[in-house]
């Protein structure tokens, strides 16, 4: 297992483009099954999450192909091998969005429970009854998720939670359904966003994604064409963090800005300086005096779990008490402990985090638990005194594309060994 190799106490410093957004490209990669014709996708990231679900794909008779660095192309068959294989989906949580695509294209499905991140409980209950809404018949045995139906009929479909993977799975199920369907209380995400942009782009009818009421009507078939997927706003708040937390001044380009309002909002809060323009982000971070705050995570647009560890890191050296509660998985706070073992002080209670700035972090043997803990391990290496070693990488390779080489270009001392 390959493991990263830190020396801290480096300012972070200079420009650094983020990458496409890794939760809209899985999303949309999942989305393009619905095309009759060559889906080209631009600004894919090369993560190991769109390595695994492009693998998937390929089983299933997909026909994938790299056009350039960020450039994909995909072709799906007139009839697909319907069971996705249990060693690959075991490792992506993203492969539950292949249901509604198949479903609603080729009538049936056959996906074991996916796996991915150990963050907390993500049930499907919400993506089964979206889809048993649209008249798929859904079955679990034994770890096997299976689905088949007809002609998906649309339907009114109310969430009681604001669930990103069951809007998408349920958006892309309606695209195909004869008639219309309505989501209620449907998350609203900058992701979902793209995924509606996108299937609009292929002829798809999809109204008032970015909202909690969306409306699809569905057609008969989808073309093929090309699209652009967006930036990803966590990775671009992690080196938005990661340049607080070093004291030093980062510019981010190809970012959407208000995409990492609450993000932006807090560390001004902070004291931390950040000026945004129409593309990029500069956060300033020299010389300042940090403030200690309180965080609470929501579902968009409050401020996202995926950023409360890379904060939890940052704030573990801001002088006071910070607090962080954490509303949507219970296990993020499993990254505290490894945090502590660089000389935090932080207080697990429950779903709440209460953390008192020290002078400094100290260089440690730290091992990530998964990919937003791995990030939160590297701004805590950034920010420590001496080195840092960091095991099981492999959890940050699923969603930072050439994290490396982007950091060495800030001043980062950092190696993989």
């Known amino acids: 297992m ?41 600004n894919v990231p090369d993560i190991s999450d769109v390595r695994i679900l492009l693998e998937i794909m390929g089983t299933m008779g997909v026909k994938v192909r790299w056009l350039g660095e960020e450039t994909l192309s995909l072709r799906s068959p007139k009839n697909i091998e319907d069971e996705a294989p249990y060693e690959l989906v075991k490792q992506l949580r993203a492969s539950n969005l292949l249901l509604g695509p198949m479903l609603t294209r080729y009538g049936k499905a056959s996906i074991s429970l996916p796996g991915g991140c150990n963050i907390g409980i993500r049930p499907m209950d919400l993506h089964f009854k979206g889809l048993i809404n649209l008249g798929a018949e859904m079955n679990l045995e034994r770890g096997i998720i299976q689905g088949k139906t007809g002609r998906l009929t649309g339907s009114r479909v109310y969430l009681d939670f604001p669930s990103v993977g069951a809007t998408e799975n349920i958006i892309m199920a309606a695209c195909l359904a004869d008639g219309q369907t309505v989501i209620e209380n449907a998350a609203k995400e900058p992701e979902i966003v793209d995924l509606a942009n996108f299937l609009n782009a292929l002829g798809a009818k999809v109204r008032g994604a970015g909202t909690d009421l969306i409306k699809i009507e569905g057609q008969h078939l989808l073309k093929g064409g090309r699209y652009t997927i967006i930036p990803d706003r966590i990775e671009a708040g992690t080196f938005m963090v990661a340049a607080a937390a070093t004291r030093g001044k ?29 593309d990029t982000i500069c956060v300033n971070a020299a010389n300042i005096e940090a403030k200690s705050i309180d965080i609470k995570t929501m579902p968009y647009p409050g401020f996202p779990t995926d950023m409360q560890s890379q904060m939890m890191a940052f704030l573990s050296t801001v002088p006071g008490t910070s607090i962080i509660v954490e509303n949507i998985f219970e296990n993020r706070f499993r990254v505290a402990d490894e ?7 932080i207080k697990v209670e429950g779903r709440m985090a209460v953390i008192e700035g020290v002078a400094s972090l100290q260089g440690a043997k730290v ?21 840092t070693e960091i095991g099981d990488v492999h959890y940050i390779d699923r969603g930072y594309a050439n994290l490396e080489p982007k950091l060495t270009s800030l001043g980062a001392l950092i190696r993989r060994s």
């Open 339 to 345: 945090i502590k073992r660089m000389g935090a002080n």
């Open 2 to 42: 390959s493991k990263l190799i830190i020396t801290g106490g480096q300012p972070l410093h200079g420009k650094v483009k983020v990458s496409g957004a890794k939760n809209a490209s899985l999303a949309i990669l999942c989305g393009a099954l619905l095309a009759e014709d060559e889906v080209v996708l631009d």
């Open 250 to 278: 980062v510019i981010l380009e190809s970012v959407i800005p208000r995409h990492l309002e609450p993000l932006t909002a807090k560390l001004r809060e902070a004291n931390v300086e950040v000026e945004v323009s129409e």
């Open 367 to 387: 091992k990530a638990s998964d990919l937003r803990a791995g990030a939160a391990l590297v701004i805590a290496a950034l920010m420590a005194k001496g080195e």
